[in-house]
């Protein structure tokens, strides 16, 4: 199989309209350690997308689009059409690889569901980073990447607080507001008090580190005169795996795997995971002190 030294994958070539020449492939594949990466990346995302595209499925996600059935056994009952398609789609385009996988492979064909089929795919993800069809999977899976973000996260804006404003004698506290399809170089984290304290969303992991939780009134004053030393209660932050991708800029997909295998604490509300900012926080850190 001819491998050519420029990377076919999806985010290379999607690279060229903005100016971005195409990185060179590592050996035996046709695609660059980047767009390998996301490819893997974006099929692991997708297994998740697809049960977050089943909780809003009866259209209880906030902001969802709720459409009634027209007949069936239950009329009248919420549902959402986009998340019904996306999940369709979605075993319908992994469906299609892990057969063409299968054929050329001579192995058995992964049962028809969208997890199985995710790990089949992942089991042979080198394989099809080496085929001539690298291009077109690159492309079909981060476009269904994108299908599943939108019909599993429906809210145009919403809003995560972020902990107190860092700067000294402030007493604002620090949001950043994500509006879906925004254009803008990216979110910006705001002082809901003196919006002249604000970040970009870049800066969120040194940001972070400044910000110390605050000391109860009594606590800090019994401090300040020497009579205690009590030290303060940290408050935890807790954020879901868009919110950390968006504030460490970080695929989807490497959250999920990230939080799988670093154990990160979490909690579930209301169908959603949220992990410890904490835990996301030190990973971080390790690997940016790896690099």
């Given at each position: ?221 019994r401090a300040a005169s020497g009579t ?64």
């Open positions: 199989m001819t491998v050519t030294a420029l990377c076919h994958g999806e985010g290379c070539r999607g690279g060229r309209a903005d100016g971005r020449g195409r990185r060179r492939t590592v050996q035996g594949s046709r695609l660059c350690r980047s767009c390998r990466d996301h490819f893997e990346a974006g099929l692991a995302e997708l297994a998740h997308l697809y049960e977050e595209c089943g909780r809003v499925l009866g259209g209880g996600a906030p902001g969802s689009l709720r459409e009634r059935t027209t007949g069936g056994e239950h009329p009248g009952l919420p549902f959402n059409a986009a998340a019904a398609d996306v999940r369709a789609r979605m075993v319908s385009v992994l469906g299609s690889w892990s057969g063409l996988v299968a054929q050329q492979r001579g192995c058995a064909s992964p049962p028809r569901a969208a997890a199985a089929l995710v790990a089949f795919l992942l089991r042979n993800a080198d394989w099809l980073a080496a085929h001539s069809a690298a291009a077109e999977v690159t492309e079909e899976i981060a476009r269904l990447v994108r299908a599943g973000r939108r019909a599993a996260f429906p809210d145009p804006t919403r809003t995560i607080r972020l902990g107190a404003c860092p700067e000294p004698d402030c007493p604002g506290g620090l949001a950043l507001a994500v509006r879906a399809g925004a254009r803008s170089a990216g979110p910006v984290i705001v002082c809901d008090v003196d919006p002249g304290h604000r970040w970009t969303s870049e800066r969120w992991s040194d940001l972070s580190r400044s910000m110390e939780p605050a000391r109860p009134a009594g606590i800090a004053a205690a030393a009590v030290a303060p209660v940290p408050t935890e932050r807790w954020l879901t795996a868009a919110d950390i991708a968006r504030l460490w800029h970080a695929p989807t997909g490497t959250v999920y795997r990230l939080a799988s295998e670093e154990r990160w604490r979490r909690r579930n509300r209301a169908g959603r995971t949220y992990y410890s900012e904490t835990d996301v926080r030190a990973c971080f850190s390790r690997r940016a002190a790896r690099n």
